[in-house]
């Protein structure tokens, strides 16, 4: 198997479709608790609009609101940045046909 067949292969095992970051929060985070969105916002120092957004998967979890959120639910910020990143990464992975790319490497 050559290096980019398997490098595919590796990526597909690899690959899931992760859950938004704001599913997440409001999930397991916010339901159980029976928090409601602006009682989480003013207790993460932020508007409603802005936690909004990222719930809504209007905007994604910035490394200033993964600290924000590891500091409200007992958490650690690498976990929230974790999570956004798989979630943009395999969003781009669905995208790589379309991606016009000359390969540099030999």
Avoid at 21 to 49: N, Y
């Amino acid at each position: 198997m050559g290096q980019e067949a398997f490098g595919e292969k590796l990526m597909t095992m690899r690959m899931h479709n992760p859950p938004r970051p704001g599913e997440v929060i409001k999930s397991l985070c916010l339901e159980p608790l029976g928090v409601t969105v602006t009682q989480a916002a003013e207790a993460l120092g932020v508007s409603r609009k802005t936690l909004s957004a990222i719930l809504n998967g209007r905007a994604g979890i910035s490394p200033e609101m993964a600290v924000r959120l590891s500091m409200a639910f007992d958490t650690t910020a690498e976990s929230w940045m974790n999570q956004q990143t798989q979630y943009d990464l395999w969003h781009a992975e669905q995208r790589r046909k379309r991606l016009r790319v000359i390969k540099l490497s030999v």
